[in-house]
């Protein structure tokens, strides 16, 4: 997979990529990530990419054609299976999302800042939104890269071990159930006898039902999806 990232800031987002998993699928060559300064396709000495809002109000506005600029030579490059902006005025980043956009080819990130994009942008060339939850973020730099870590884990060859990412939280709607290590019996604290059973199919229900009990409790909205 090949992930181009549009940014008014490189260096705020270049650091998740240099560690743990994204590191590692970037080193076995399964993801491919490249970093585009906006600022490279502004105008003027000062390569401006932003301006006051049409109507009034606080807050710059991302101006439409260094966006044009930058994603156009891109696509001139390559296809892309989406173009994605990173917004808190969109849909909310889940799981499926994130199994969805990890089978894909290429894809484009453009991360806002300011008040965010001129609405042309959107309409224009913008396939899908995406915010990593209701909260307002300086900038999108940060959600692009809690959106590459959850997709680039996903590709097939990533994860050592490839059962693992089945049972993480959220792949079948539930939240994950609670695990233990060694030592069986710390301070008077002891891990339930069922995990030391070595009854597999019992220790499979009893997780079940801890993850379903631990759903209920604390994300019930996930049960009715
Ligand atoms: N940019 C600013 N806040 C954001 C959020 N919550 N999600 C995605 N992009 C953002």
């Known amino acids: 997979m ?8 490189p ?3 270049k650091s998740p990529f240099n560690h743990s998993m994204m590191k590692r699928a970037i080193d076995k060559g399964i993801a491919e990530v490249h970093f585009h300064n ?8 000062y390569k401006q990419i932003d301006d006051t809002q049409y109507g009034g109000g606080a807050g710059m506005v991302m101006m439409i054609e260094p966006i044009d600029r930058c994603i156009s030579k891109l696509q001139s490059e390559r296809n892309y299976d989406e173009i994605i902006y990173m917004t808190p005025d969109a849909a909310t980043l889940n799981q499926s999302t994130a ?17 965010g ?53 959220f792949q079948d709607n539930l939240l994950s159930p609670p695990v233990y290590t060694r030592p069986a019996n710390y301070k008077g604290m ?15 229900t009893w997780r ?4 379903y009990q631990r759903t209920q409790q604390i994300r019930p909205d996930l049960l009715d999806e």
């Open 117 to 169: 994009v001129d609405q042309r942008v959107r309409d224009a060339f913008i396939t899908k939104e995406i915010s990593i939850g209701d909260y307002v973020l300086t900038g999108g730099e940060l959600a692009a890269a809690v959106l590459c870590d959850a997709v680039i884990r996903l590709i097939p060859g990533v994860l050592g071990d490839e059962t693992s990412a089945l049972t993480d939280s």
């Open 190 to 204: 002891k891990v339930p006898e069922i995990l030391q059973s070595g009854n597999f199919p019992k220790i499979d």
């Open 208 to 211: 079940n039902e801890q993850a």
């Open 99 to 115: 199994n969805t956009l990890s089978l894909k080819e290429n894809i484009i990130i453009l991360t806002g800042h300011y008040k």
């Open 38 to 45: 906006l600022h490279d396709y502004g105008f003027g000495n």
């Open 11 to 13: 260096d705020l987002l």
């Open 2 to 9: 090949r992930i181009d990232i549009i940014t008014v800031n």
